[in-house]
């Protein structure tokens, strides 16, 4: 039985060692972009959703790019997009993407290392987007007041914000931290060992802030075991909409089933402008 990894308990992550489980909650599961492809390779229905919602945009900023999964289809149809993002190992592996894009390609996509609650760009684009839940690294109210304020500074005045959450199920918070959520095992990608993997889920009802400790154990050398942190600020959708309003922005429409387009209901595209 592999050991249980520490999972700092809620007392302690929520008051002593807040900045250091939002830093790694925010940076960890995007230090290995190959990883990362392999988990979402069959997330398929936002980039529809995206283009869709897009469609006419020819300006586009987008908070949280990653390495391009979204971005990369707009810029192929013709968008110029500006990527945002805080992990410089997405960005590297957006960048090696971008080498084999052809140059009119390449030539519309500018990449930004920052952080997407600080980062001035100084000019304002068409449609500003959050996409795959990067709105739930947005751990607190002022961590949202900081980050509407920069989509408000970069959007034009008829500019919409568009952006999608996963919904929190209450099966799904209500899971017992102590057990692993088993997958049989995989292939790391950047090594190519086999690992046995498992997820243990630890939601604080307090800060709303769901962490999730992805494990992994070389099945050659369990000593050698690592985790990963992955810390979602859970947000109900009439909370968003309070946010929304409560920061100068009006809801236009609300989207269901962002992640495969199947039910029950589990993720929500917004749609939303600057009121005026
Ligand atoms: C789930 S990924 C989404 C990546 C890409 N848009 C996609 O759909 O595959 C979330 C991204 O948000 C970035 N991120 C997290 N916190 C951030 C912050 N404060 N500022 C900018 N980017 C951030 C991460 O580095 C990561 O690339």
Redesign the pocket.
Known sequence: MPRVPPIPSRTEAAVHDSNSWKAQG??S??TEPSY?DKC?AN?HH?IAFYETQTASAQTIL??????????LPLARRGAHVTG????IP?LESFRERLGREPKPVRDRITLVH????K?RLKRRFEVVLC????FL??YDRGDVEQFLACVRNHLEPEGKFIMDTSLPLIEELARNPGRPYRVPRLKYPPTGQVVRYAEYFDYDPMSQVMRVTMRFEPFDDPKAAWSVLLAHRQFHPQEIEALFHYNGFQVLSVHPNLDDGTTPLDSLGWVARVRR
């Open positions: 925010s940076l599961h995007y990362y979402y997330r936002d987008e908070y949280g790019c990653g390495n391009g999964r979204i971005a945002v993002d805080l992990s997405m920052g952080d997407m609650r980062k996409t795959f839940n990067t690294h947005l």
